[in-house]
RNA sequence: CGGAGAGUAGCGCAGCCCGGUAGCGCACAACGUUCGGGACGUUGGGGUCGCAGGUUCAAAUCCUGUCUCUCCGACCA
């Protein structure tokens, strides 16, 4: 089993990266900070992508899709958003180029220049809050439940494939209601949402909870997250739901008539999820020999390589194969065989153990002689023989198993790394010598919130939602506190 | 924006100190032998040495300038 990849324990931000080139998933691009995603990788995110699109479906969103540019003007009716967002923004000036009077290429023409700049977005809430006004009229026209499926710019200063890019892919929904209970309701249903697909899907378990002001949304009144632990110690912060009160509505003048003919602004909602979730997957489940696809996210669950010597055994072992093929698609399994003959056996397995296909078969003359197949699993590594009849319907538990088997184990990992502190001393310990999240009161302050960072770098993930009341006093300040908070270093 | 490193074949690198025919591994192509854990042999194709100046008979190598990228920090919903 020979590793092309560094191992975690000697670098885990190298490995990581080695992991994304190996496993064909992105490169970096020409452009800096841009990333190409490659077919393998962008059909994992194509399942992810379908997954979620269903699970919106059935909470009764449908897609659309706005302009990729945002006058400038529109950004700052909402304060505290461009705040947020001013510095990080990509901007279009002009629209047309020119032959450069050396002869060297184009230029910019200065004569084109735009009247208002546009800003490529961020994120669509403007845009779409500005074409909301003309939609939204009477309390019958809500709630508008819409998401868009897109890309989006930041222009963040240090980038890392998946995790931080300047353009990304991502979901936005964004939703309008009549009331604020609504769109709390709303909020929070999506967050239910965004929890069943990490947990269900990716395999990966995640806390719930509110963010903090320091950590809110830029024009949010409340923004509630999910947040998963990596293997590194380090917190990722997988998708956010915000509840966006009358604070986009006001800027942009969105308002209805309610049943009491009574004019208000609408309530709001936006909730997101980005390709930073392959970086999230990777870093939950990915080992020293590759990544670790969860079967209900993999592009081929099962790869079946044939063992040959001679053609004429490729062309028996190829029957065999394709009449479990079949049998896997009946059964609405995806399954490869990969009877390449350029590359040989051991190149294969080592391929797809990098890729993280969740089962592999291998089927050579010795099996078909015994009736049996070898079966291996990627997340055990471990192999056996199965008998080769019924090896088809042995596949659904198999996978069952394995996608299962993947949550618990990163949930026991996520329960041993995560501590209770009572004390700032053993805050600070914990979280430079050991990592994971740390639950620890906290007086509430962003001052006190801010001095932790500046200390140890770690910050508040979420306020849980599940968590019970505890008094208890401030590990910094010594306050009182009601509940226990999550901290943690963050991605 | 601060610190470090790197630009030489598709990828990874050596060569630079000490100037003189541009090299190695992988990958690629062909053929043969192989094929149950990243095969081997033979042959072959592929490079304006990031860019621009300068020094020199001669520059990947020395000098000056410049651009880009990566990593670590800072920043970041």
């Known amino acids: 089993m020979s590793s092309r990849l560094v191992s975690r324990a000697a670098d885990y931000s190298g490995w990581y990266q080695q992991l994304v080139r190996e496993a064909d998933l992105a490169e970096h691009s020409e452009v800096k900070g841009c990333m190409v995603i490659k077919p393998y990788g962008f059909a994992i995110w194509e ?66 220049k735009l009247a208002e700049e546009l800003i490529v977005r961020p994120t669509s809430e403007t845009i779409i809050w500005s074409t909301y006004r003309n939609w939204i009229q009477s309390y019958r026209d809500l709630p508008l439940l819409i998401n868009q499926w897109a890309n989006v710019v930041r222009w963040e200063m240090r980038t890392r494939l998946f995790l931080r890019t300047t353009e990304f892919l991502w979901q936005e929904g964004h939703t309008a209601h009549a009331t604020a209970e609504e769109a709390v309701e ?36 409340d923004t509630y997250c999910i947040e998963a632990l ?51 997957l990777i870093m939950t489940h990915g080992d020293d020999s590759g990544l670790i696809v969860p079967p209900r996210l993999a592009p081929i669950q099962v790869v079946l390589v044939p ?37 040989r056996p051991g190149w294969k397995f080592a391929e797809y153990e990098m890729k993280g296909v969740p089962l592999r078969l291998a089927l050579g003359p010795r099996d078909v002689e015994a009736n049996t197949i070898e079966v291996f699993r990627r997340d ?32 026991d990992r996520r329960t041993a790394n995560t501590h209770e502190a009572n004390s700032w001393d053993e805050f600070k310990s914990l979280i430079s010598e050991r990592g994971g999240f740390v639950l620890a009161h906290w007086d509430g302050t962003s001052e006190t919130e801010q001095r932790i960072k500046e200390e140890t770098k770690a910050t ?27 901290f943690a270093e963050a991605y």
């Not at 709303?186 to 320091?214: C, H, I, Q, S």
């Open 307 to 343: 063992i040959y010597k001679k053609e004429e055994e490729l062309n028996r072992l190829r029957e065999i194969a394709r009449g479990i093929a079949d049998q896997c698609r009946a059964q609405g399994i995806s399954c490869k065989i990969d009877d390449d003959d350029s590359k």
């Open 230 to 280: 990596m293997q590194d110690g380090k917190a990722l912060q997988a998708g956010t739901s915000h509840f966006l009160g009358q604070n986009f509505a006001k800027a942009f003048d969105v308002k209805f008539l309610n049943k009491e003919n009574k004019e208000e602004y609408v309530w709001a909602t936006s909730w997101g999820v980005s390709t930073r979730l392959m970086g999230a």
């Open 460 to 486: 508040i993930r979420c306020i849980p939602l599940d968590a019970p009341a505890e008094s208890g006093c401030c590990i910094l300040t010594g306050q009182p506190s009601e509940r226990r908070v999550v």
């Open 186 to 221: 709303e909020t929070r249903r999506m967050l239910d949402v965004y929890t069943r697909f990490a947990e269900d899907y990716m395999a990966m378990p995640v806390l719930r909870g509110v963010k903090t002001a320091n950590e809110r949304f830029a024009g949010a009144v």
């Open 47 to 112: 399942h992810m992508r379908d997954a979620l699109d269903r699970m919106f479906k059935e909470t009764g969103h449908v897609n659309a899709y706005f302009p990729l540019f945002i006058p400038k003007s529109y950004l700052s009716r909402e304060a505290s958003h461009v705040e947020g967002f001013a510095k990080e923004c990509a901007v279009v000036t002009h629209y047309r180029l020119k032959n450069s009077p050396d002869g060297s290429g184009v230029i910019v023409d200065p004569e084109a």
């Open 380 to 411: 055990t590594q471990t192999k056996e023989s199965r008998p080769l009849d019924t090896i088809a319907q042995q596949l659904p538990a198999l996978l069952d198993d394995i996608q299962r088997s993947l949550y618990q184990i990163a949930l």
